[in-house]
């Protein structure tokens, strides 16, 4: 698992080691550290030049000693911005005879020797600012981050400079990493959907700063699926593996229940019973003849998926009030795509939401009369608006998207994102496929925020099972679910 903390917190962890070693240790270690990295990757590239742009504070400091290191294998050129910078760096470049270039603070327009130095560099290291940076950036630095060419790697120490080091605001002028190097521990802006695609890759290096004890921000990795996913015993039978009801599609779209089911059937759910109407139901029948049609006895439901709430067609109306019945008992939920509508505050059993943005934005200006929301508010402040969500309705929250978030309405509880399916999982059924899917944890007995997290985990990885590198088509993601499962639960 990748765990992200607060920036409050990891000063605090910062903190408390400085106060038991020699001055200056922590950022000794963070420049080495930097240092082996960035002469890695200049390796790799064939690089033979560093512009290493250098702003106020300890980020500042990292980058100036590691420049330094550079220096003995690499033309290395230092850009400062403005004049309050480290000062033990400053002297560790200025003794290793590094050249340096300054700018204003307050001055966009660069001088022809700056942008020369930049349009020179094969490698530009980003130390312009760290976790004390406020989001965007102006002046001198806002014009050096427009000025890195396309040719070149950009490394960012700690963070790409002008990102919200909490991971909340969205992107605006902004230096965009190839990689970054942070230190100690992962933080919010490294994973989170507002900046993550400005951190490029993500390596940490261990500084000696021990993580605290609460992440702001959790992330699954393959290694969590074997300890969270219900795996059955010897004693098990189809009733104590989970019983998952599912209430999907319609005469319209029939395709929704075929994907939900099938899904769920991969995923290992003891048994599937389907509620819809007969068109439907012969369709999920040829295609996963293990589930039962009908009402009977579930451990939990899954309702929503291709169910269009705004007809009145016969079919429809059945289906609506077979999401209120199930919305109305004290089984946990699974809500999907139209069933979304029916929300209309918390319910005591446990419930998962997992709407996409437009959703999200229609469920959130239906639960506050008198506001309107659009899906470009939700994609550019997501953390924000599913934490409203997830408050308003009590229920936790899986917002779609290509980073996947997943909010407890307990504040106390870390937030999870998952950002591991392909750009090519962008596509019709996705979403039903990961509906039948989440709805088997349930149904197996795991609360909706491991549920929910690890759903994402395999549905991701199994959109990149399906056809590796190429389009993938939502009935193909929803058959390698049984076969990643496999794999991820192999040691190894």
């Known amino acids: 698992m990748i765990r992200a903390f607060g920036v409050a917190d990891v000063r605090a962890a910062e903190a408390q080691v400085m106060a038991e070693v020699e001055p200056g240790t922590l950022m000794r270690r963070a420049a080495d550290a930097l240092a082996v990295v960035v002469l890695a990757r200049a390796r790799e590239q064939a690089a033979r030049s560093v512009a290493v742009l250098v702003g106020p504070g300890d980020n500042g400091g990292d980058a100036l000693y590691a420049a330094?290191?550079?220096?003995?294998?690499?033309?290395?050129?230092?850009?400062?911005?403005?004049?309050?910078?480290?000062?033990g760096g400053l002297r560790?470049?200025?003794?290793?005879?590094?050249?340096?270039?300054?700018?204003?603070?307050?001055?966009?327009?660069?001088?022809?020797?700056?942008?020369?130095?930049?349009?020179?560099?094969d490698v530009v290291v980003d130390g312009l600012l760290g976790i004390g940076g406020r989001p965007g950036l102006t002046g001198a630095m806002a014009g050096l981050a427009d000025s890195?060419?396309?040719?070149?790697?950009?490394?960012?120490?700690?963070?790409?400079?002008?990102?919200?080091p909490e991971?909340?605001?969205?992107?605006?002028?902004?230096?965009?990493?190839?990689?970054?190097?942070?230190?100690?521990?992962?933080?919010?802006?490294?994973?989170?959907?507002?900046?993550?695609?400005?951190?490029?890759?993500?390596?940490?290096?261990?500084?000696?700063?021990?993580?605290?004890?609460?992440?702001?921000?959790?992330?699954?990795?393959?290694?969590?699926v074997a300890h969270l996913w219900p795996v059955p015993g010897p004693s098990d039978d189809k009733y104590s593996r989970g019983v998952l009801g599912v209430v999907a599609g319609?005469?319209?779209?029939?395709?929704?229940?075929?994907?939900?089911?099938?899904?769920?059937?991969?995923?290992?759910?003891?048994?599937?019973?389907?509620?819809?109407?007969?068109?439907?139901?012969?369709?999920?029948l040829v295609a996963s003849p293990e589930s039962v049609p009908g009402q009977?006895?579930?451990?939990?439901?899954?309702?929503?998926p291709g169910v269009p709430t705004d007809e009145t067609t016969l079919d429809v109306r059945r289906q609506v009030e077979a999401?209120?019945?199930?919305?109305?008992?004290?089984?946990?939920?699974?809500v999907d795509a139209g069933a979304l509508d029916l929300v209309d505050g918390p319910r005591e059993a446990p419930t998962l939401l997992t709407p996409h943005a437009g959703e999200l934005a229609r469920l959130l200006s239906r639960l506050e009369p008198g506001r309107v929301y659009h899906r470009s508010q939700i994609a550019a402040a997501p953390v924000e608006h599913t934490r409203r969500v997830a408050e308003l309705t009590?229920?936790?929250?899986?917002?779609?998207?290509?980073?996947?978030?997943?909010?407890?309405?307990?504040?106390?509880?870390?937030?999870?994102?998952?950002?591991?399916?392909?750009?090519?999982?962008?596509?019709?059924?996705?979403g039903d496929v990961l509906a039948g899917l989440v709805g088997t944890l349930v149904a197996a007995g795991l609360d909706p925020l491991d549920a929910g997290a690890l759903a994402a985990l395999i549905h991701g990885r199994a959109a990149r099972r399906a056809n590796p590198g190429g389009p993938v088509r939502a009935l193909r993601v929803a058959q390698a679910i049984a076969e990643t499962v496999a794999s991820d639960l192999t040691p190894g």
């Open 167 to 224: 991971g909340i605001a969205a992107l605006g002028r902004t230096v965009r990493a190839d990689e970054t190097v942070t230190f100690g521990m992962a933080k919010p802006v490294h994973v989170l959907p507002a900046t993550r695609s400005a951190v490029g890759r993500l390596t940490t290096v261990d500084i000696g700063v021990p993580e605290p004890e609460h992440a702001a921000v959790e992330q699954l990795t393959r290694a969590d």
């Open 323 to 334: 999401c209120r019945q199930a919305l109305a008992s004290d089984l946990p939920c699974v």
């Open 68 to 87: 330094a290191h550079l220096a003995e294998h690499l033309s290395v050129v230092v850009v400062q911005v403005g004049t309050a910078v480290h000062e």
């Open 148 to 164: 890195i060419p396309a040719s070149a790697l950009v490394i960012a120490v700690d963070l790409p400079s002008g990102a919200d």
């Open 250 to 284: 319609s005469s319209r779209y029939p395709g929704a229940a075929v994907l939900a089911v099938t899904a769920a059937i991969e995923a290992g759910a003891g048994m599937v019973r389907y509620i819809g109407p007969d068109a439907a139901a012969q369709q999920v």
């Open 296 to 304: 009977g006895q579930v451990q939990a439901w899954v309702i929503g």
């Open 394 to 430: 009590g229920a936790t929250v899986l917002l779609k998207g290509a980073t996947t978030l997943v909010v407890s309405p307990d504040t106390d509880r870390p937030l999870r994102c998952q950002s591991d399916a392909p750009a090519w999982l962008a596509t019709a059924g996705a």
């Open 92 to 121: 560790a470049v200025t003794d290793a005879g590094v050249p340096r270039l300054r700018v204003a603070r307050t001055r966009r327009a660069l001088t022809q020797p700056v942008r020369q130095a930049l349009e020179d560099a």
